[in-house]
């Protein structure tokens, strides 16, 4: 399969609306991580999940596939007024030129080679825009698909029976640029 990778227009209510029931396909059955419930914003009704990072702040990357539906997605935020991570009481960083990585999500193709695919696009589009590190936090099932694209653990806890990291990435890791290659 080929994806188009693009920057999401979230001044755009309908394509807000599209990544939005991505968002929440991706995750409505995850049961193994009972923190994103109270992290993030779910609509069950309208089937809908976003962040509690404004729209404004955030640089979202979506992938979509032959059809126009978004198939992955990587929401960031890039203004960091308020940081995801302070839910769960780590340490804020103090660097200059960093984002937080809000989300990252695929609906139906899980393939690896896909994934690694679509986080170099988004590094990439990061580093354009004069960023050089990114933070994140992850639940342990993702850990060590983070670690494989440079995460480093800065902190880990455990909240409410679950553990939590927190995460930091280089946008400039060297394995992305040999992916291209």
């Not at 990439?124 to 099932?141: D, F, K, M, S, V």
Request: contains cysteine.
């Amino acid at each position: 399969m080929s994806y188009a990778f693009e920057c999401l227009d979230t001044s755009d209510s309908l394509q807000v609306a599209d990544y939005e029931r991505a968002f929440y396909a991706a995750f409505f059955k995850v049961t193994s991580n009972r923190l994103i419930r109270s992290l993030w914003l779910w609509d069950e009704t309208e089937q809908r999940l976003s962040t509690r990072i404004a729209y404004q702040d955030q640089l979202i990357v979506v992938g979509r596939n032959a059809t126009g539906m978004i198939e992955t997605a990587i929401a960031t935020n890039i203004a960091c007024r308020e940081w995801q991570a302070a839910a769960f009481d780590f340490s804020l960083p103090r660097d200059q030129r960093c984002c937080e990585f809000l989300t990252f999500f695929t609906v139906t193709d899980h393939r690896l080679n896909y994934k690694l695919r679509f986080w170099q696009a988004c590094f990439a589009e990061l580093r354009q825009r004069g960023l050089e590190i990114a933070y994140g936090t992850t639940a342990a099932r993702l850990l060590k698909l983070y670690q494989r694209i440079g995460g480093v653990v800065l902190e880990q806890r455990e909240i409410e029976r679950e553990m939590r990291y927190f995460l930091k990435f280089s946008l400039e890791r060297t394995w992305m640029k040999r992916l291209s290659e």
